[in-house]
């Protein structure tokens, strides 16, 4: 059930048009129909079944469209905002980011305003808390579209989180008092945030960063002021998984909470002995996981596994099987009818991949173990021990290798990179993030009421030390882990290959031999780009001969220019400035590629000067939403209005002839709802940048 839901919710979000309610509901009444009419015809009944959970999923995925309908601004602008305070994040770099739910605008004042922006400042009123309300000067932006076809598009996940723009104080916001009453929903909210927020101050106040920021996320969710240098560590070791409240954090809290009540109430035989304190154990950590779910914050993998461990628990408590793929798909099944966008998203995919796979494997190994008599124990305490030790060491590896291959494929087509040293690095981390740094973790969050939450911070600030010792040394020695483009029927065979090795017990496993072949081959014949160009029309990306990415601007968009290096798995960066024999050469007017390579390349800023390139490049790229002239055949011109409407861009030239042979935008139209905001911004309708208009002075 789950598989089909997230294949309906997928074509859903795929489709090239918004599909409408009218088809989605035939859709679903034909197929109820049909399934029960044919029940007497158990192959046609189980293709009604089928086709009937697709669109369910699929109608899901439009309800939840509907029912968001998020307002997004069209187009940049300066306004005097006023906002009530949703969330505050502290962040390395000193800054803070706000969430704020907008209250007003003036000067001007916006006719159709975003109700939800997430806005930086470079300091708030001291001791700002969720629920106060601020006003100050803001330049708000439209969330940002893919950087290049098929990346991760801010749009969509703005539109769904209720973020209607994003941008930064111009001057310091100031606290200004609101008599309105709080509603009883908006209570709750601030008071959630500001007791993580009160969390994550006390754990710095007793860890100094990095590790201070990292037990924070661990604990209560917190993850913005965690440095930069950091993330990429733990990026590149296949680690960043530590820093997401997912299904480790959530078993190790449930392990240790039900473990401590086990022993509690075994202190006490009377009551141990009349009563089950198993299930007592079971409802103590139900309740505490809850609690868990709470300070992490509205996460996809925190989510799904509080769903899991609600549903083990709760099998204990009715004297069933805890651990089973069945629960792992109430988990999946609940979380796509509820918010089906997750689907497309990384975390959703590599969460459920990775515990599908370490779910099959273990049924896999418990079956294997049934069908082979135990070997004898050893006698010697000694040998117990060894014996303990080298299971320990086996189950680390092979839980490393299942769960750092079946995420694999997910984490090289969301983000172009694989971690070469994952399997080692989490074969060394794991021990100490189990052992030392969460049940600490749960014991700080048990002992920081009654201020005696010091002893377990220290000790989980030595654990955290250790793992990113581990993290700083595996990073150094780890290979490039950029692998390029990963096309999406390389993703689309893969998970089916993977759903078939998890969801079958027999022989019927090997089917999935041929998918994974089929999926190799599919990632051999990819194509990379020759061109990148970004949708503010400012920056381009061409491959030299050489391999490396060749750019426009000295100092380009990080973000946009690294998206753009791991895709083309290019080898390093050339900018106007080096002494390189291919690159751009720059002029007041543009910049033009040369090198021995084709095409030629030119990008210029303004239209008025295009028509003398004409002749002499075979792609121009125009920072200019004004300009309507044309060249010939066969050079292509692609302008700022262009990009406005359609999104950043891709293209291929043929390597026989070096004319343009491909052109691809990152957004189609008609546009889906989460893009139907681009339509509106000035650059879209063909006209030039704002400018405030001079003011006569008065005559004496």
Same mark, same amino acid.
């Given at each position: ?42 192959l ?27 307002? /997004? ?46 806005v ?20 708000? /932006? ?19 989180n ?7 104080f ?17 209570? /709750?909210?601030?008071?959630i ?10 754990? @710095? ?17 917190? @993850? ?5 240098a ?21 078993a ?25 304190v ?12 809850a ?9 996809v993998?925190a989510?799904?596994?509080f ?18 793929? @069945? ?17 497309m ?11 599908a ?9 418990s ?10 124990l ?6 117990r ?5 080298? %299971? ?31 399997? !080692? ?7 100490i993030i ?26 989980m ?6 793992? %990113? ?16 483009? !990963? ?8 998970t ?10 027999t ?16 990632f ?20 030299t ?62 239209g008025?000067?295009?028509?003398p ?29 262009d990009?406005?409407?359609?999104g ?9 002839t070096? @004319? ?37 002075k008065?005559?004496?």
């Amino acid at each position: 059930m789950p598989l089909l839901l997230g294949t309906g919710a997928v074509f859903y979000f795929l489709a090239p048009v918004e599909p409408s309610f009218s088809p989605l509901m035939a859709l679903v009444a034909a197929a109820s129909v049909g399934t029960w009419l044919s029940r007497r015809h158990p192959l046609l009944q189980t293709l009604g079944w089928l086709l009937l959970v697709v669109a369910l999923g699929g109608s899901a995925a439009k309800l939840e469209t509907w029912r968001r309908s998020t307002p /997004i601004l069209g187009s940049q602008i300066s306004t005097e905002l006023t906002g009530r305070v949703v969330l505050v994040e502290e962040q390395a770099n000193g800054r803070t980011r706000l969430t704020l739910d907008v209250l007003g605008t003036a000067r001007p004042s916006l006719r159709y305003a975003p109700e939800r922006v997430r806005v930086t400042a470079r300091s708030v009123p001291g001791d700002v808390r969720p629920g106060e309300v601020l006003r100050g000067i803001v330049r708000l /932006i439209p969330p940002a579209g893919p950087v290049r076809p098929g990346s991760y598009d801010f749009a969509f996940q703005s539109y769904f989180n209720g973020l209607g723009a994003v941008g930064f104080f111009l001057r310091d916001p100031q606290r200004v008092e609101n008599g309105e009453p709080l509603s009883l929903g908006v209570k /709750i909210s601030a008071g959630i945030e500001a007791l993580r927020q009160t969390i994550a101050d006390r754990i @710095r106040a007793v860890l100094p960063a990095p590790e201070g920021e990292i037990a924070a996320a661990l604990i209560a969710g917190v @993850r913005a002021g965690i440095p930069e240098a950091v993330n990429e560590d733990l990026r590149v070791t296949g680690l960043a998984h530590v820093l997401s409240i997912s299904g480790l954090h959530m078993a190790l809290a449930a392990t240790t909470l039900m473990g401590s009540i086990r022993l509690l109430l075994a202190c006490f035989p009377n009551f141990a002995a009349r009563h089950s304190v198993k299930k007592y154990a079971a409802g103590f950590a139900l309740a505490g996981t809850a609690f868990y779910l709470l300070l992490a914050g509205d996460q996809v993998a925190a989510n799904r596994s509080f769903l899991m461990i609600a549903v083990m628990l709760t099998a204990i408590l009715f004297d069933r099987a805890a651990l089973s793929m @069945r629960n792992l798909a109430i988990a999946a099944v609940c979380i796509i009818l509820i918010a089906p966008h997750e689907v497309m998203g990384p975390s959703f995919q590599m969460s459920f991949a990775a515990t599908a796979a370490l779910v099959a494997g273990y049924a896999g190994w418990s079956q294997l173990r049934r069908d082979r008599p135990p070997p004898p124990l050893p006698r010697s305490l000694i040998a117990r021990i060894r014996r303990w030790l080298l %299971l320990l060491i086996l189950g680390s590896v092979a839980t490393s290798i299942l769960a750092g291959g079946a995420t694999a494929i997910y984490s090289a087509y969301h983000f172009q990179r694989v971690s070469p040293l994952s399997f !080692v690095a989490n074969l060394l981390a794991m021990p100490i993030i189990g052992i030392a740094v969460m049940p600490s973790a749960v014991a700080a969050l048990i002992t920081m009421p009654i201020g005696l939450d010091f002893v377990p911070l220290t000790v989980m600030g030595w654990g955290l030390t250790l793992m %990113l010792s581990v993290a700083q040394w595996s990073a150094s020695i780890s290979p490039p882990d950029a692998v390029g483009i !990963v096309p999406a029927p390389t993703v689309a065979l893969a998970t089916l290959a993977l759903a078939i090795a998890c969801f079958t017990t027999t022989r019927w496993r090997l089917l999935a031999m041929p998918l994974v072949l089929a999926a190799s081959v599919a990632f051999a014949a990819r194509t990379a780009p020759d061109v990148f160009v970004s949708e503010d029309a400012k920056l381009i990306g061409l491959m030299t001969e050489n391999g490396e990415l060749a750019v426009n601007r000295k100092r380009p968009n990080a973000f946009a220019v690294e998206d753009w290096q791991r895709s083309a798995s290019a080898a390093a960066l050339v900018t106007p400035k080096d002494d390189s024999a291919e690159g751009f050469h720059c002029t007041e007017t543009g910049c033009t590629f040369a090198g021995s390579r084709q095409p030629r390349v030119t990008w210029l800023a303004e239209g008025s000067v295009v028509e003398p390139h004409c002749a002499t490049a075979d792609l121009i790229v125009v920072d200019d939403a004004t300009v309507e002239s044309r060249c010939p055949e066969p050079t292509q011109i692609v302008t700022k209005r262009d990009l406005a409407l359609m999104g950043s861009a891709t293209v291929q030239f043929d390597p026989a002839t070096g @004319r343009l042979s491909a052109l691809d935008h990152a957004i189609s139209r008609p546009y889906r709802p989460w893009h139907t905001h681009r339509r509106f911004s000035r650059e879209a309708r063909g006209m030039a940048p704002y400018k405030r208009p001079n003011k006569a002075k008065p005559q004496k």
